[in-house]
């Protein structure tokens, strides 16, 4: 079945500092890889998403490609802000299943 | 942007009793979905409802679990009798279609505590 792994629980950085949150996956079939952000007693809300080879979306400064070769799906940003402290999930859907397989989730905390 | 709402947020029941979870999709949308989250795992799917019918269901969607939505009103999880393993945050999604890109809105969730 499908899987998607996140490696870092908690990832704690200075405001100003890059971050690189890490997401891999298996997948029988050729997935849609998305970044879900949950902010403190909030809903998920979907971040970015890709569906193309070596793409690479961005919104809010975030920033992510989608690398078949390696199975891959990293989220960057260049610059943190105190803002950008949340639950960060990258997930995956194919056309076969209705439903997201998520990862563990990395709680990001940026500090002054 | 488009909301989805879950009523209540906590919920906290003896074991055995009866529970319904509610959902208020986003207005036009028509396929829902239901997740469950244990504390300290990853959400995992439960199943996908659209047209009054359960479409897809995991292997955690127990017969213990239903779902439906009358007359378009809440979507509802419904658990009887419950289990002290059911406890976990119960996430509701909601999409405008079918297909893997196709984006799904999650509500903030709701904690149930099975005692």
């Known amino acids: 079945g499908d899987s998607v792994t996140q490696t870092e629980g908690l990832v704690t950085l200075t405001e100003g500092l890059p971050v690189m949150l890490n997401c891999t996956y298996q997948?029988?079939?050729?997935?849609?890889l998305f970044w879900y952000v949950q902010h403190l007693n909030e809903a998920p809300k979907l971040l970015l998403k890709s569906f193309t080879d070596n793409k690479r979306p961005e919104h809010q400064g975030f920033h992510a490609t989608l690398h078949k070769s390696s199975s891959s799906f990293h989220l960057q940003k260049s610059s943190a802000q105190l803002s950008d402290s949340a639950l960060y999930y990258c997930?995956?859907?194919?056309?076969?299943?209705?439903?997201?397989?998520f990862g563990l989730g990395t709680r990001v905390s940026v500090f002054p | 942007g488009p909301k989805v709402l879950q009523i209540p947020s906590h919920q906290i029941i003896d074991m055995g009793q009866m529970v319904t979870l509610n959902c208020d999709p986003v207005?036009?949308?028509?396929?829902f979905y239901w997740y469950k989250q244990i504390l300290g795992q990853q959400m995992e799917f439960l199943v996908n409802?659209?047209?009054?019918?359960?479409?897809?269901k995991s292997k955690l969607f127990k017969d213990q679990f239903s779902v439906e939505r009358p007359d378009g009103s809440y979507f509802t999880l419904k658990i009887q009798p419950t289990a002290l393993e059911d406890s976990a945050v119960y996430f509701c999604?909601?999409?405008?279609?079918?297909?893997?890109?196709?984006?799904?809105?999650f509500g903030p969730g709701t904690r149930l505590t099975v005692l």
């Open positions: 409802f659209y047209n009054g019918k359960v479409m897809e």
């Open positions: 207005s036009n949308h028509l396929y």
């Open positions: 997930a995956l859907r194919n056309n076969y299943a209705q439903g997201l397989t």
């Open positions: 997948s029988t079939y050729s997935p849609f």
């Open positions: 999604a909601s999409s405008s279609g079918l297909g893997g890109r196709r984006e799904q809105y």
